[in-house]
Each structure stands twice: as C-alpha cells, then as structure tokens.
C-alpha cells in the first residue's frame, strides 16, 4: 500500500474507543445495573441515536445549547439525543395504547453534547436511567432513590450519600426570605454552589443578581441547616405556615423519608440537603443527587421529579420521576479503588495447536467450549509451542491446554496454569472438568 | 399546559423506537450472540458513533454515500459510523501497542446509514460483528464461518445456508474466460445477482459493460455450477492450471473446507456458491452469506477476508477476516416465527398494596428481589385490589401478590396465578418459595 495513501487515525476530542479490557469492566458494571432495574421490573426501552431538531428542543435549558444538530440530506434539521428524558417522553406521546401507565422504564445509552472535554467530562458519554411516569406518588420516588442507593452499592460503592432536597420547598423559602419571584432560578443556581464557593461566594452571586443582601442572608440560614430529616422538616413547617406550596412540599418529604426504610435504603445512605438545587429548570418536586465522599469525586448520579415535561408533546402533564447513573464517572473510581476486579481478557482457555493436531484443537476447543468455558483457540500453528504460550499469557488467559501429537497418541492433552506455570498431562476424557477446575481458583 | 406549545412527538423516516417488549426479544438475542462471541474468545470493543469524516471515508464505496456527513461546532467535518469495520481498522492503527495480534473483537452495535427506507432495511440499524485482524490463516476464517452458524442456530433459525465463495477464484476464472482486468468489477456485480435476475439477466449486465458475450458466457457456466466442494474445486483446478492466482484460491477454500467439520460446522449449513460475490470493494479472499431458505428472507449476515483494509492507516497489510449478523432481519424471523418466545414484559410478580400496608408491601418485595425474582411493587395504594390487578394482568405479569391487612395480621399473604386466575394464601415465610414455583410453571 503506497503510504501516501494513508489517512491519520484519530479520534475526535472528548471521543473515545473502548478496549477490551475497559470494555469488560463496563459491560460487567451495565449488566449489574440492568438486572437491579429489572428486579424492580423496569422495562428496556432504546430510542433512535438521532431525532428531529424540534423534538429535541424545548425544556433541557443549557443541554440543548451542546446539541450536536445539522441538516440531513434531505434537508431536515435533526440532532443527536443529550440526554435520554426528552425521549421518554416522546415515547410516552406517541406510543400511550401500546403502554400501560405508570410505566417503569430504563434505558441504557449514549448521549452526546459538545461540552468542553475535561476529566471524567466526554462529548459521548452513556447514560443508565430509570424512571416512573404516570404518577405523582412518593412510591414512585422512593422506588427511585431505592434504586440508585442498590446499584451503587452493588459496584463496591459504600461511601456515598444521596442527597434529597425539594424544589418547591426551596422556592418557598425564597419567597418566605423575600426573594422575589422572578429571581427563583438565580437562588436556585447559587445555592446550589454552596460547597463549591462557600456561603460568602452565594451572597456574593446573589446580591449581585438583585436579591436584597438580607433576604439572601434568610435564605442561607434556612438552607444551611443538617440534621435529622424529620426535625429538619418540623422546623421548616413551622417557618413556612400559610405557604400551600411549602407545606406541600414538605408533606412529599415526610412521606418519602418514611418510606425509604421500607424500601431497604440504609440508613447512612441518604440526607436532607436543602442547598441541592440541581441544574436542570425542568424539575419540579423532590431532587436526588448521590455524592461520593471517599474518593472525593463529587456527584455520580442524580435525578428528581418533572411533572412537566414528559406531557410536553401531549398537552397535559404527565408527573415523572427517575434517575440518571453516570456511568464513565462511577466506572473511574470502580477502576482507580479496584472495586470489581476484572479479568483483562475475555478468554479463559488457550488453546495451542501444532500444524498437525489443528482439526482435533479445534474439536477440543469446541468440547470445552460445550463445557461451558471461553475458549481462544490459537490460530497460528505454524509458531512454536513456546510463542503460542507466550501470546496467551500476554493476553492475560489463565489457563492454556497445549495438543501435542505424541500425546494425542496416547489420548492425553497437556495443561499449563499459566499464573503458576505448572504443567501436566491429562486423559482427554478428565480435561474439561479440569480445566473447568483450573479456571475456578 | 397550553396547546400552542406542542411539540409534534415522531421520528424520522428510518429509524425507530424499541418498546418493552421489542426489547426484551432483542436483548435476549444479542445475549446469546455475545456468549457465542466470547465463548469463542473473541473480546469485546466499542468505538464511537461520531468519527473524523477522512476516517471514514476511502475503502467502503457505496456505504461511504450514505453517510450522515455534517460540520460540527468546531468546525470539523464528521460523520456517523457507517459500519464496524473501518472504526476496527482505525483501532488497530491507534492501539497496536495495547492489543495482541491476531485480535479477535466483537462489537455490536448501531450504524447509520441514509438509504431508502424498506421493510427491514432501516437508516438506524444495529450490526454483530466478530472479526480477526492480524492473521492470514484459513483458521481464522472457518472459526469465524463456525460462529456465524452457532449464533443462527442458537436462535432457532435451522433452515440456513452459508455460501462460500473467494474473490481472487472469482478474478482468476473472469480471466480465464477472457473478461478484461478492468472490467472485473462488473463481472463480481453482475454475478452476484444471478439468483435474483437469472443467467440472461447477467449476460445482458455484462455484455452491456462491454465483456464479449463469448466470455460472458464462459463465467457463468463456470460459477453456476454447484455440488460437493472437493469435486468442483477439483474440476476448477483443471481449469485454472497455471494460473498462480486461481491456484492458491482454490488451496485456501480446500483448507477452509476440510477445516469446518473439525470447527462443528454441520454438513448441511454450508455450501460453495462461486454466484456469491458480496457488494463490497474491500473483499480480497473468501467470501461468505448466510441465506435463510425458510421462510424466504434472504440475506441474516456475511462477510470475509479483507486484507488491506485493517492496515490502511498504518501503510502496511494487516490480514483480517470476520462476519457480521444482520440484527433487525434476524429478529424479524425470530419474532414472526415465534422462535425464542419471550415474555411481554420483565415483570414477574406484581406486588398489590393498600393504603395501609405500603411499607410492609415494599418490604415483602424486596424480600421477593431477594430471592431472585423480578417484581414490579404497585404505585397505586389508592386504587382498588381489583384495579391493581387488572394493570398487572395487562402488562402480561404472571402471578401478583396481595398484601391485604387482615390476612397480614395473622402473617399470610394471598398469591393470585394470573394466568390461571388461582388465588390462595400463604403463610408469610413460604413467600418467595412459592412464587419462585408458580413463576417458573
């Protein structure tokens, strides 16, 4: 090949492949969150990867500004999904007879949004969401919160807390401290950056939006407040008597945190959070976020209630709730804390062949394979014994059985345990429950 | 909500939505592909949907037209990955140093292409693909030809050819009938349409592109011929002495041949078919496509050995070989012929609540995930036993559990078999039991 021909191999920034290795560990961490999705029986849904603009556009707020669109070849000005909520509730719009609701579904997917590349930040990155829409219920939320508390723990997680907060609580305690009403979303933003730029940096940003430095001052104190959720919640009760908004958010709350228990979340595992605002403008009731405090890498997952947007394309709303895991970030501390060790290859058993026993390597491979293992069955007879080896070890397999014609003669294969490099022969007839043995310890 | 905001909920032409259970069906075939893939230790990889549009473009001919091609933000032209191979051939390039030649992958997962929408062809369409870069040898081709058979049979389908032609065999009898190098092309073109347009429908293709009808003629009695393998590549032997090219064919399908047996390919789920010609450019060497005989779909997957596409970034021949399983037709044929009957939702048990027994509801059906059932807890306590019931009976669950006040006072709970309409009560600890044994009736 003339190597002006060349094209340069490259991926696009904020792009990545995924090698074997990696690939083994996410697909093992994506099948523990499926099957805790379906153990609460939420169903699968997949949508197309690309939609057209106008679906795509509406409620998403900053998201949609990192959409990747254009114009198809017919002339269609279409996007690639950012997030896997918008097409809940297209499905939901135009699928209703074919779904019984509330309907439980997860979906687990790409998304792309052009966002500045960082660490642990991609432009393609997968989302794992399950959510409930069809019902306001606080069972819905708690079902929820249950879920991610299950499928953090399940990946080796222990240290980590899900936050729950309340969007309307917050919006009336803003009212309650004087902040008028069109500056909601500024509180919301600034609270929400507590931890990051301290109680001074949230009065800073406020004030400097319009609120009088009093009512901010009001608002932090409220906010600020830890402790037990159920003396948290009396406490605010009593401040925000003759607010039907208020107390209704703080009734949902109540309910939520008492049946949270029943549905087996451990205690150390969730907290009242009032500053947890959580971007997105579409929530409107109790928001989640799970932070993992060691290894400090903040938020790896979140979600909430939008009574909203999943009736956007109806006309009427639909209440909603879920939660989004993010995949690259809880994979990363998997990874970094050796959480889930996984094998660096897929195959548990080379198979090393001679140019003369190819055809009875191969029926071995196939015997064994029968025995239910994964088998790589070599596919270079014409190298030595000793470089067949070498290339299984590389690889990581754990175990290599070797067909030599001498003895194939007298009906014996040879095994070598590649992590102790020992070595003996065995009846053919002994082999796979041996190597089946091996493989185990 | 008011009416003027709505959005119009669709989709575009081509792609589609996967409901619950479309996708309990899909998942559970791309299951069982994926245990063959690695049972055959063949490693997992994944690449992203959106690459640099040079990337893409150079060795894929008419799939290159159909590419959803755009400008992205930062003004780069892209493009979304129209099939797995060449994001296979840029993989190696980039990652020889983190991955041991011969590399067996899979990869399954959605391309897109922006052809004319028809029944089971689709602009978003999911591709199973297991490859070998790196290794010149038959083996890697009858292990490759071996797995497509596995995965067909493995989902039912039993009425399945493989035809397996070679490319340069094709070449060297073209020449040998005296077809023009340069018009090559036409005749792997014309050729692989004699089932479809008849033998005068090739001569009148070929004739037309300028080969001697005398020529014309002597190809098709020469690739319409079938039969045993080891006769017909003797016979053509005959024919193409002295030709280096036809000979060293003809001993690379004789290998490939006295290899499948040996692999466990059944007699009869394999064939030489010197018709087949396969679309695509980048073919060097055997060639294969499984056709579904009964019922008559047609094409469920192909592929083979490509010798210069793998190292076409890097300037140097990278040897590969592989097969990719056409998802969407195969499921079509799974699904209207009933093969893998599949349940119409993952829900098994329905867990029926009151007002009043919420919380231990939510208990027992943690308890029942415990024991490894999948269960759907009701998120309606407000509405009658009777209500709750009907919405599990319509989603397909099989069997509810109702946890009613009285009957749990004395530490029983009633069991309804919602497909026989049996109800009766159990004490409390033979729960989970019981239900797993009606569950798996």
């Known amino acids: ?14 792009f990545r492949d995924y090698l074997p290795e990696q690939m083994i560990l996410r697909q093992r961490i994506i099948a523990i969150f499926r099957d805790i999705f379906e153990r609460h029986g939420f169903e699968p849904l997949d949508t197309p990867a690309l939609e057209y603009l106008d679906v795509l556009t509406g409620k998403a707020g900053e998201n949609e500004k990192l959409m990747y669109r254009f114009a198809d070849a017919g002339g269609r000005d279409v996007g690639l999904r950012y997030d896997l ?11 209703g007879n074919d779904l019984v609701l509330p309907f439980k579904r997860y979906h687990i997917a790409p998304v792309w949004r052009a966002e500045n590349p960082q660490r642990g930040r991609f ?9 409930i829409a069809g019902t306001a219920s606080m069972l819905a939320d708690a079902e929820v919160v249950a879920i991610m508390a299950e499928a953090l723990l399940a990946v080796g997680l222990s240290n980590f807390t899900i936050n729950i907060s309340h969007r309307q609580l917050l919006a009336a305690l ?3 401290a004087g902040v008028p009403e069109d500056l909601a979303g500024v509180l919301y933003r600034s609270v929400d950056k507590l931890a990051k730029i301290g109680p001074d940096g949230v009065l800073r940003e406020m004030t400097e939006a319009g609120v009088e430095p009093e009512a901010a001052r ?7 407040v830890s402790g037990d959720p159920d003396s948290l919640l009396a406490d605010l009760a009593d401040r925000l008597t003759g607010s039907p908004e208020g107390e209704a958010a703080i009734a949902e709350l109540r309910e939520l945190f008492r049946l949270l228990p029943a549905f087996g979340v451990p205690a150390g ?4 959070d009032l500053t947890l605002a959580r971007g997105l403008d579409y929530y409107t009731g109790p928001v989640f976020e799970a932070t993992v405090t060691e290894p400090k890498v903040g938020s790896v997952g979140g979600a909430g209630r939008y009574n909203d947007l999943v009736g956007a394309f109806l006309g009427r709303p639909i209440p909603a709730t879920g939660m989004s895991l993010g995949l ?4 990363d501390v998997v990874r970094e804390h050796n959480l889930l060790p996984a094998p660096p290859t897929v ?3 080379a198979v090393v062949i001679l140019p003369t026993t190819v055809a009875e390597g191969a029926r071995i491979a196939d015997e064994l394979r029968e025995a239910g293992l994964r088998v790589d069955l070599s596919l270079q007879p014409q190298k030595s014994i000793g470089d067949q080896l070498k290339h299984a070890d590389r690889k990581g397999t754990p175990v290599a059985v070797i067909v030599g014609e001498a003895e194939l003669a007298e009906g014996r294969v040879a095994v070598k345990n590649l992590r102790s490099g020992e070595q003996r022969s065995y009846d053919r007839v002994e082999l796979a429950p041996t190597v089946a043995a091996i493989v185990a310890e």
């Open 218 to 224: 009001r608002v932090l104190d409220m906010v600020g």
């Open 123 to 131: 432009r393609e990155f997968w989302q794992c969401d399950a959510d």
């Open 269 to 272: 595992c969730y907290a009242l």
């Open 328 to 331: 690259e970030r809880i994979i």
């Open 1 to 14: 090949m003339p190597s002006g021909n060349e094209r340069k191999a490259r991926v696009l920034k904020g």
């Open 174 to 176: 803003g009212r309650a």
């Open 85 to 95: 909520t918008v097409p809940l509730a297209r499905v939901v719009a135009m699928h």
């Open 347 to 349: 195959a548990q058993v």
